[in-house]
């Protein structure tokens, strides 16, 4: 898995939104009140507006128009990962709509942005007995040596598991096995699965489909320099 790291400067565009969450405006005094209340003022100014746009986009001339130009990017671009070219191409494509859509100042801009790229990645059980694993490499996850990783599993259900038997995870590549509650609250392994499971000292983590069910789709193995400096390890069984 080859990791081509490009630096990032849409990351001060994407910052600034929560910086705002959960601070009332009001909290500084009367003039973030103000501030708030002018705003409202000028928002609800634009209210025929916005019920054009949405009459446009639900009744009107763009009825339907969202839905098939999501259509055409998941059936013509597929996935449009940061950086890729699939990404390029749904710009392109979107730019030209834009503009025979004759909209105002429809223009391209060049950003940095980080640039992750899938390499070849498979697993294998080896014992008891040889059998091939579909999984799919979480995106930013780093590669492992040439020869692969080959490690003793650890199969926990939860996090509370996992720290209980923190002392036998030492070198062994974590299988979280957890039970499906919501995407909301289950996604928490894929997010922090690698960090927890390297906390302990693992070598890997392998995380099951954040799904009720799955009719043999892919698992997700996670490898990442996380932000408390731990380094994960992907898992790659030859
Ligand atoms: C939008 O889709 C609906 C349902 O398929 C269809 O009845 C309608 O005619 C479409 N509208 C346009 C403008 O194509
Ligand atoms: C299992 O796979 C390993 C690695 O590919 C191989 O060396 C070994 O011979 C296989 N064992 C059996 C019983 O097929």
Redesign the pocket.
């Known amino acids: 898995m080859k990791e081509k790291a490009k630096l990032l400067s849409l990351l001060a565009f994407v910052l600034l939104l929560p910086q705002s969450k959960g601070n009332p405006l009001s909290r500084d005094g009367d003039g973030y009140q103000r501030m708030f209340e002018d705003m409202k003022k000028e928002i609800a100014d634009y209210s025929d507006v916005a019920k054009k746009i949405i009459d446009l986009a639900i009744y009107g001339r763009a009825q339907n128009r969202s839905y098939e130009r999501l259509a055409l990017f998941v059936d013509t671009v597929g996935p449009r990962l940061s950086g890729s070219k699939n990404l390029d191409l749904a710009i392109k494509y979107m730019y030209k709509a834009l503009r025979m859509d004759g909209l105002e100042n429809v223009h391209l801009e060049p950003v940095k942005i980080p640039h992750w790229e899938r390499g070849k990645e498979s697993a ?1 059980m ?1 014992e008891p ?2 059998h091939s694993i579909s999984i799919l490499g979480l995106g930013g996850s780093i590669a492992t040596p040439p020869e692969g990783i080959t490690a003793e599993v650890l199969v926990v259900t939860s996090f509370d598991e996992l720290h209980q038997r923190a002392q036998e995870a030492k070198g062994k590549i974590v299988v979280y096995n957890q039970r499906y509650v919501s995407y909301g609250e289950t996604v928490q392994y894929r997010g922090q699965g690698a960090v927890e499971a390297a906390k302990v000292g693992a070598k890997a983590s392998l995380i099951k489909t954040i799904a009720p069910f799955s009719i043999n789709s892919r698992y997700c193995v996670t490898a990442e320099e996380s932000s408390v400096g731990v380094k994960q390890l992907l898992i790659f ?2």
Request: hydrophobic residues 50%.
């Open positions: 294998m080896i007995r040889n069984i030859p």
